[in-house]
């Protein structure tokens, strides 16, 4: 089981840079496994937030066998990039391959799964059902492939007329750090993060609405195993969006886990023990298969 309860004892990564290949600046993480290496992991962290979150999860996975591998999307965390911004969606796949070359070249022949949350899994999607090469599975949790409460007409309005006439202005994203999960260190943390980004452009918008458009067409496509891990009562990105995604999936290996009550981040919520569990259950089954 992945326990994460005791950050204090997580051990220094190696730490570094990956380059994009429109030049972008990414920060990146290594954490080897400990003992005789199984497989490896690549990480694919949410909107607003970064990979460092997952300092302890990765401890935890690297002392079952796990080489993990972590990275800031451009605009979040330590990468370079305007915050909260990206001027076309490519620019996230484009993110996530130099990352995937890291970790395949690191990781030699390892299976490499993806761990991906919310807006790191609409990313994650299109990635891997464009490119599945070198991947033996993907894990989704609370995955942002719609948003949980409609947006205002007036506030979509101005969004989109940011997005062609001032593409990288940002607005405050408006996100309550209450609704991300019920335990209370995790919302203070959320909310006093100064890596965590808590704006948003207009041609974020645009290009994340667009990606939304697509998630159908890729999630048929994928016949990589995959999890998918739904927060039961997600303020912030639709469950029934990822219900209708897994429904598409191609795969003939998928398995739809859903956990009632549950805020958005059901990897740091208070019961935080069965999602863990569940991804550590279905890493190690994956594992085996594929060695």
């Known amino acids: 089981m992945i326990d994460q309860s005791s950050p204090e004892q997580v051990s220094t990564p190696e730490r570094g840079w990956i380059d994009a290949v429109d030049g972008m600046r990414l920060y990146r993480e290594d954490l080897p496994a400990k003992g005789a290496p199984r497989a490896a992991l690549l990480f694919a962290h949410g909107f607003g937030e970064h990979s460092g979150r997952y300092a302890a999860m990765s401890e935890a996975l690297s002392a079952q066998g796990f080489s993990c591998f972590r990275f800031d999307f451009r605009g979040h965390g330590r990468s370079a990039g305007i915050r909260g911004h990206v001027f076309s969606f490519d620019g996230y796949l484009r993110d996530f391959a130099a990352a995937k ?5 690191r990781a030699g022949d390892l299976p490499l799964f993806v761990v991906s949350h919310s807006n790191g899994g609409l990313i994650a999607l299109h990635a891997v ?4 090469e070198g991947l033996a ?5 609370s995955p942002f492939f719609g948003f ?10 101005l969004a989109r007329q940011l997005s062609r006439f001032l593409p990288a202005f940002g607005l405050p994203t408006g996100l309550d750090p209450a609704t991300v999960s019920h335990d209370p260190a995790t919302v203070e943390s959320y909310r006093t993060d100064p890596l965590n980004v808590r704006v948003a452009t207009g041609r974020w918008f645009t290009e994340t609405v667009a990606a939304h458009a697509r998630v159908a067409d890729q999630a048929r496509v994928l016949r990589l195993p995959v999890l998918l891990q739904q927060a039961g009562d997600d303020r912030i990105a639709s469950a029934a969006a990822a219900r209708a995604a897994f429904e598409e999936v191609g795969s003939a290996d998928k398995t739809w886990r859903e956990y009632p009550g549950f805020f958005h981040e059901i990897y740091f919520e208070l019961e935080r023990a069965r999602p863990l569990a569940d991804l550590s259950a279905w890493l190690d089954a994956h594992t085996k298969a594929a060695g």
Not at 101 to 105: D, E, G, I, L, P
Not at 129 to 132: L, R, T, Y
């Open 101 to 105: 070359r890291h970790a395949q070249a």
């Open 129 to 132: 059902a464009a490119h599945p």
């Open 137 to 141: 599975g993907l894990a989704l949790s």
């Open 148 to 157: 949980s409460l409609k947006v205002p007409k007036v506030k979509e309005a």
